[in-house]
């Protein structure tokens, strides 16, 4: 089955710095490629996504870049503020484009 | 977003018991999902539906059953609780897409802290 690993678990960078969290999926059908922001005790939200047919996709601060020769995604934040602190998770389509599997997360910690 | 709504918030149980967890949207959409959320793990896949007539299961479906008594509702039933089923549960809505756009963006509820004692 698919399985989505995201590097790194924890991110500690300064305010302004830029932060970059990285996945990789083993499903080569995997076609949609959404990026969730979740805030403590806080539902997950949508921050970005991105589709196969597409190589980036950029947001203000926000950027993901995605490799399907090497099958893996990236997200980039950029003049990062302690309000972007949270957990982000990554996450690839399964089956062949149906439900999500999703990266175990990486804490994002922004101090001023 | 309220359009997704879980009930019950918070649930304390003992071992045993049968639990339903509810999930009700008003957004419309055809497609619901359940994921449960243990620390470090992210958010795995139990069931999903994409449609009245639709079940599938996820990536950790043993313990759980689900039903889709509506487009707008979908449960999580625990017939016999376990401690290891102790987490935080969201329930997710999508959009049906078409062609390249078939996947849609998921909007989750604000989730049911379930503990199993």
């Known amino acids: 089955g698919e399985n989505v690993e995201q590097h790194p678990s924890t991110l500690s960078v300064q305010e302004g710095d830029s932060a970059v969290i990285k996945c990789t999926y083993s499903?080569?059908?995997?076609?949609?490629f959404p990026w969730y922001k979740q805030e403590l005790g806080k539902r997950p939200q949508l921050i970005i996504d991105i589709r196969s047919n597409v190589g980036e996709k950029k947001d203000q601060r926000i950027a993901v870049t995605l490799n399907k020769t090497a099958k893996h995604f990236s997200l980039h934040i950029t003049e990062t503020q302690p309000e972007d602190s949270a957990v982000y998770f990554c996450?690839?389509?399964?089956?062949?484009?149906?439900?999500?599997?999703f990266g175990k997360g990486t804490t994002l910690s922004v101090s001023s | 977003d309220a359009d997704v709504t879980q009930t019950p918030r918070n649930r304390i149980t003992k071992t045993g018991k049968r639990i339903m967890l509810e999930c009700s949207q008003t957004?419309?959409?055809?497609?619901m999902y359940w994921y449960r959320q243990d620390p470090g793990l992210g958010l795995r896949l139990i069931y999903y539906?994409?449609?009245?007539?639709?079940?599938n299961k996820g990536e950790i479906s043993d313990g759980y059953s689900v039903s889709r008594q509506a487009q707008a509702k979908f449960s999580l039933s625990l017939e016999s609780a376990i401690p290891n089923q102790t987490a935080l549960y969201f329930c997710a809505t999508s959009g049906r897409g078409t062609g390249e756009v078939s996947n849609q963006p998921q909007h989750f509820g604000d989730g049911t802290r379930l503990s199993i004692l």
């Open positions: 957004k419309g959409h055809d497609r």
């Open positions: 499903d080569s059908a995997s076609n949609y």
């Open positions: 996450a690839a389509t399964y089956q062949a484009g149906t439900a999500l599997i």
């Open positions: 539906s994409f449609d009245v007539k639709d079940i």
